[in-house]
Nanobody, 126 residues
Framework: QVQLVESGGGSVQAGGSLRLSCAAS????????MGWFRQAPGKEREGVAV???????IYADSVKGRFTISQGHSKNTLYLQMDSLKPEDTAMYYC????????????????????WGQGTQVTVSS
């Protein structure tokens, strides 16, 4: 059973930085997507960034140039480096995963991902 555990959320002032981590376990194959999604109160969950097993990435337009998704050497840890944070980045951030044979190409659509972490809160004050 795939398990995902996020950490690293918190409160920061606008312009600051945070780094989220996601520890993953239980995959039965090395070919999977991992991504970060977020949901603000009263809004739908949206994709932030996704990476595939070859290191290809996709970002939401709202975070391009500010956020960077990466994986650890063992690929069992996912990171999201968030710089130049804005109040509109405030949300619950979720780590998610999907096996690459479920869909191609890379996608930010939350409904395509079947494994989810419990989330970590990010709050950016102005």
């Amino acid at each position: 059973q795939v398990q995902l555990v996020e950490s690293g959320g918190g409160s920061v002032q606008a312009g600051g930085s945070l780094r989220l981590s996601c520890a993953a376990s239980g995959f039965t194959s090395s070919n999977y997507y991992m991504g970060w999604f977020r949901q603000a109160p009263g809004k739908e969950r949206e994709g932030v960034a996704v990476i595939d097993s070859d290191g290809s990435t996709i970002y939401a337009d709202s975070v391009k140039g500010r956020f960077t998704i990466s994986q650890g050497h063992s690929k069992n840890t996912l990171y999201l480096q968030m710089d130049s944070l804005k109040p509109e980045d405030t949300a619950m951030y979720y780590c998610a995963a999907a096996y690459q044979w479920w869909f191609v190409p890379l996608s930010l659509t939350p409904q395509k991902f079947g494994y989810w972490g419990q989330g970590t809160q990010v709050t950016v004050s102005s």
